[in-house]
Nanobody
Framework: QVQFVESGGGLVKPGGSLRLSCAAS????????MGWYRRAPGKQRELVAC???????MYAHSVEGRFTVSRDNAQSTLYLLMNGLTNEDTAVYYC????????WGQGTQVTVSS
């Protein structure tokens, strides 16, 4: 059974930074495109960033230039470095296989507030 454990969230002031981690119990992790998603209060879950097997990346327009996704295939771990955080980034952040519709972890809460 695939599991994702997200961590690194917290309370941060506008303009601050956080680095999220996602430990994946996923065999052949390196063969999957992986994504970071978020669900803000009252909104649907949305894709924030993804990283492909060739380490190419793609970002939502709202985070491009501020967020950086990376992966460590040896550790089956996904990362999201978030800089220049704004109130609009407040959400629960999840990782999953890119395009997957189920198997979500509990996520990690990111709250941006002064």
């Amino acid at each position: 059974q695939v599991q994702f454990v997200e961590s690194g969230g917290g309370l941060v002031k506008p303009g601050g930074s956080l680095r999220l981690s996602c430990a994946a119990s996923l065999s052949s992790f390196s063969t999957y495109a992986m994504g970071w998603y978020r669900r803000a209060p009252g909104k649907q879950r949305e894709l924030v960033a993804c990283i492909f097997t060739d380490f190419g990346t793609m970002y939502a327009h709202s985070v491009e230039g501020r967020f950086t996704v990376s992966r460590d295939n040896a550790q089956s771990t996904l990362y999201l470095l978030m800089n220049g955080l704004t109130n609009e980034d407040t959400a629960v952040y999840y990782c999953n296989i890119y395009g997957q519709v189920g198997g979500w972890g509990q996520g990690t809460q990111v709250t941006v507030s002064s």
